[in-house]
């Protein structure tokens, strides 16, 4: 059995449904880019920085090859991770 480790952000206080969003990356590096910019961003919209600290964190899951829909929440990491890559050199997703 192989497993995959994903990283995320769920998200509780910044437009989000009150189950709390999540997004996952492939990369630790990538999801802390995203953490940070989605904190700014709701700071800078107004949010305080203590509620985007503790309302805005990260997460982890780790991903099991049985897991029903580890593929799919895989591949979407995938390109949540491609979409940031996009932003971050200023280029468009391919869309």
Known sequence: ????????IVNFCFYAPPDGARTYYL???ARDRALADLRDLAI?????ASAALSGIRPVKRVLRDTT???????ESASENER???A?????DNGE
Do not use: H, N
Request: net charge positive.
């Open 1 to 8: 059995m192989s497993q995959k480790t994903v990283y995320g």
């Open 27 to 29: 990369t630790r590096k």
């Open 44 to 48: 800078e919209r107004g949010l305080a």
């Open 68 to 74: 029903p829909g580890a593929e799919a929440l895989i």
């Open 83 to 85: 979409d940031l890559a």
């Open 87 to 91: 932003l971050a050199t200023g280029g």
